[in-house]
């Protein structure tokens, strides 16, 4: 092969490589944004319900609190 169709097929492959790089960064980068978004609103949810059983708590409502606290806690471990 001569030396302007070796640079032709270098840049190509150069193109090709740089393509596939930019096709694995659009498809990774969302989906590792939403899982961490999700892990995030998770963690989220979580401590907000944990404060509001010791809003309960505090406001004297204990029967409540322990209610919403099992609830919590069969919610987190897949329980039902």
């Known amino acids: ?6 640079r032709l097929v270098a ?7 740089t393509l596939v790089h930019v096709a694995a960064c659009l498809w990774w980068t969302p989906l590792i944004v939403v899982t961490v ?6 963690l989220a949810w979580f401590r907000l319900r944990l404060l509001w059983v010791q809003g ?12 919403a606290l099992k609830r919590l806690e069969a919610d987190s471990t897949g329980r039902r």
């Open 1 to 6: 092969m001569k030396a302007p169709a070796r």
């Open 11 to 17: 840049k190509l492959a150069t193109i090709s490589r």
């Open 37 to 42: 978004g999700r892990l995030l609103l998770g």
């Open 56 to 67: 309960l708590r505090v406001t004297g409502h204990p029967e409540a609190a322990l209610r």
